[in-house]
């Protein structure tokens, strides 16, 4: 049985993965339009899924009806919530993607007890306050914009955060009686049904630059690691933990993303950073103990 402890460290990997893929992301949009990108990152993901699917020799009996739900949850999660966050971006700005987003793991506390009737105790509702404020220090939500030119697009962004964290915990609902690597291939599938029109459409009014080298093994990356391997972490943590407790890996994803900032393209370390990045781990510490009654 995997551990408490063990489902953290899948929710970990999964936001991590993705808080490091912007750099990669930045380079192959240069020259591949989005959704066609996002298309191509999901035929790469089925093809590494059912690869090992088929060498794990995992079933894919299932019926009717559970394809049907399947597959609806991953136009939610791969279809609406990525094309939300795609167009809320290109008509908003990045740091403000950034600070919206933050709010995913409230939105999972909150569907997590709509839907799963989760109970939240006092010291969940501290660390995701903890973190809310940790994120928002290393992100710096003073520099993001919200005039009246922007309303759509920061609208988009937050349909994003709040169907990306739908999904999530949907993720933990559907999953229960079914292995995550084959919910992961169908709900890539789901996300196909959305995400190819919107190529077929983006292809009309723009091209596809020249790919180098360089750019293939950027999209194999996004294909294989960023979109197969992350969303198969993200759904077992999901699939093994508390929605409310695994929404709250999400914080590693700008933690990971700034720290890259960091490291790789010179940006300052400052205080603010370093004490956000501490409150953050700290909320991670908290998630990690055990249950007890609060």
């Known amino acids: 049985m995997t551990s408490r402890r063990t489902g953290l460290v899948f929710g970990l990997l999964a936001a991590a993965i993705w808080g490091g893929m912007y750099v ?25 899924l ?19 739900q399947l597959l609806a949850v991953g136009v939610l999660g791969y279809g609406i919530s990525l094309g939300f966050q795609f167009a809320g971006t290109h008509l908003s ?17 909150l569907f997590a007890w709509l839907v799963l009737r989760e109970r939240i105790g006092r010291r ?7 973190s809310t404020v940790g994120v928002l220090l290393v992100i710096d939500p003073f520099q993001a914009r ?15 955060a709040v169907t990306w964290a739908l999904y999530s915990v949907l993720v933990r609902k559907v999953t229960q009686a079914l292995d995550s690597l084959v919910f992961t291939l169908i709900a890539f599938i789901g996300g196909l049904l959305i995400a190819m029109p919107a190529a077929a459409f983006e292809l009309r009014a723009q091209t596809i630059g020249p790919i180098g080298p360089g750019v293939l093994v950027g999209i194999f990356y996004l294909g294989v690691v960023s979109t197969a391997v992350a969303a198969y972490l993200w759904n077992k943590a999901f699939a093994v933990l508390p929605a409310g407790t695994a929404g709250l890996t999400f914080f ?39 249950d007890r009654i609060n």
């Open 124 to 130: 969940q509702v501290l660390a995701l306050l903890l």
């Open 93 to 109: 700005t990045a740091t403000n993607g950034a600070v919206i987003t933050a709010a995913t793991p409230a939105f999972v506390f």
């Open 252 to 290: 590693a994803q700008p933690l990971v993303g700034a720290g890259l900032g960091i490291s790789l393209l010179g940006d300052p370390l400052t205080l603010q950073f370093a004490v956000g990045a501490m409150l953050i781990l700290l909320c991670l510490w908290m998630a990690a103990q055990p």
């Open 146 to 160: 919200f005039d009246s030119q922007l309303w759509l697009g920061n609208l988009l962004l937050v349909g994003a």
């Open 50 to 68: 059912a690869l090992w699917i088929g060498l794990g020799r995992a079933r894919l009996q299932l019926s009717r009806r559970q394809w049907e």
């Open 24 to 48: 990669v992301s930045k380079v192959v949009l240069e020259v591949v339009p989005p959704f066609t990108l996002l298309t191509l990152r999901l035929l790469l993901g089925i093809g590494s």
